[in-house]
T-cell receptor, first 115, second 118 residues
């Protein structure tokens, strides 16, 4: 079974530039999550989708971050414009159904460096 | 809001020995789920073990076991017969039941770096 795919794996940009990350969840997984993991900290949920609808985006900085999940499969997370404090690893995860016990499977992450 | 605290930034253990990683959490909910995740240097997060709060029996997965103390809001991870491949960052995580205001999201602790010495 293929895991959660993310691209790119690494990205370096200048502040005020734009960047986009892509995630392909495990086939059949209805729930998709984007987490931000700053160096030395635990992941923090940015946004959660159930199929193509947003369930929770309370911690997404909506003035600069946006995310979409077209057709309930792939998802894209965008930052525009980037700030220095956005330097982090962005993790995508998916789970089969929306529910507390269902395991979240994580992708390898995208490491973003903002200069 | 729920919080998860891991008070040990770093731990080390000799190969084949046993180590315990600590985790405490704060919640007003009675029903919830707790997890331990392992994040090796390659950064792919892997589920190690999970525990439902309504179960009194501590979860066990091979060399990994937990000590769940609901009243104390404590959830420690014990790794027995430590192996070099156990070296990683370990995260404790809390999840509310679906249907509540937290939508079942995972709240992570700060992590504990585990080093295994040969």
């Amino acid at each position: 079974e293929a895991g959660v795919a993310q691209s790119p794996r690494y990205k370096i940009i200048e502040k005020r530039q734009s960047v986009a990350f892509w995630c392909n969840p495990i086939s059949g997984h209805a729930t998709l999550y984007w987490y931000q993991q700053i160096l030395g900290q635990g992941p923090k949920l940015l946004i959660q989708f159930q199929n193509n609808g947003v369930v929770d985006d309370s911690q997404l900085p909506k003035d600069r971050f946006s995310a979409e999940r077209l057709k309930g499969v792939d998802s894209t997370l965008k930052i525009q414009p980037a700030k220095l404090e956005d330097s982090a690893v962005y993790l995508c995860a998916s789970s089969f159904v929306f529910g507390s016990y269902n395991e979240q499977f994580f992708g390898p992450g995208t490491r973003l460096t903002v200069l | 809001a729920q919080t998860v605290t891991q008070s040990q930034p770093e731990m080390s253990v000799q190969e084949a020995e046993t180590v315990t990683l600590s985790c405490t959490y704060d919640t007003s909910e009675s029903d919830y789920y707790l997890f331990w995740y392992k994040q090796p240097p390659s950064r792919q997060m892997i589920l190690v073990i999970r525990q439902e709060a309504y179960k009194q029996q501590n979860a066990t997965e091979n060399r990994f076991s937990v000590n769940f103390q609901k009243a104390a809001k404590s959830f420690s991870l014990k790794i027995s017969d430590s192996q070099l491949g156990d070296a990683a960052m370990y995260f404790c995580a809390y999840r509310s039941p679906a249907g509540g205001t937290s939508y079942g999201k995972l709240t992570f602790g700060q992590g504990t770096i585990l080093t295994v010495h040969p």
